[in-house]
């Protein structure tokens, strides 16, 4: 069974930092992409940003320049720093990662889904 631990959400300052982490754990074959999500009352999940399995990053627009995502191979786990944030941020992040699991001998590929944390910025 594959879970994925989220922590780091809280309360901050508009213009303050927060950082994010996400651990993977459990019977994991690889991690291939990874990313974290945030949800929008009213709309479907958000990319923010995602990470592929060699490093390379993609953004949305909106957070560019201000956020950066990494994330450390040998221990599972994404990372997601989050400066001069702004009210507009306020939300539930998700990270999400393609895990790939064996299961008799077969590769199976899914999408894993973190509990989420609440990130509020105040003005």
């Known amino acids: 069974q594959v879970q994925l631990v989220e922590s780091g959400g809280g309360l901050v300052q508009a213009g303050g930092s927060l950082r994010l982490s996400c651990a993977a754990s459990?019977?994991?074959?690889?991690?291939?992409?990874m990313g974290w999500y945030r949800h929008t009352p009213g709309k479907q999940r958000e990319l923010v940003a995602s990470?592929?399995?060699?490093?390379?990053?993609n953004y949305a627009d909106s957070v560019k320049g201000r956020f950066t995502i990494s994330r450390d191979n040998a221990k599972n786990t994404v990372y997601l720093q989050m400066n001069s944030l702004k009210p507009e941020d306020t939300d539930v992040y998700y990270c999400?990662?393609?895990?790939?699991?064996?299961?008799?001998?077969?590769?199976?590929?899914?999408?894993?889904w973190g509990q989420g944390t609440q990130v509020t910025v105040s003005s």
């Open positions: 999400n990662a393609d895990i790939l699991v064996v299961v008799g001998g077969l590769e199976v590929s899914g999408d894993y």
């Open positions: 459990g019977s994991i074959f690889s991690v291939n992409a």
């Open positions: 990470i592929t399995s060699g490093g390379s990053a």
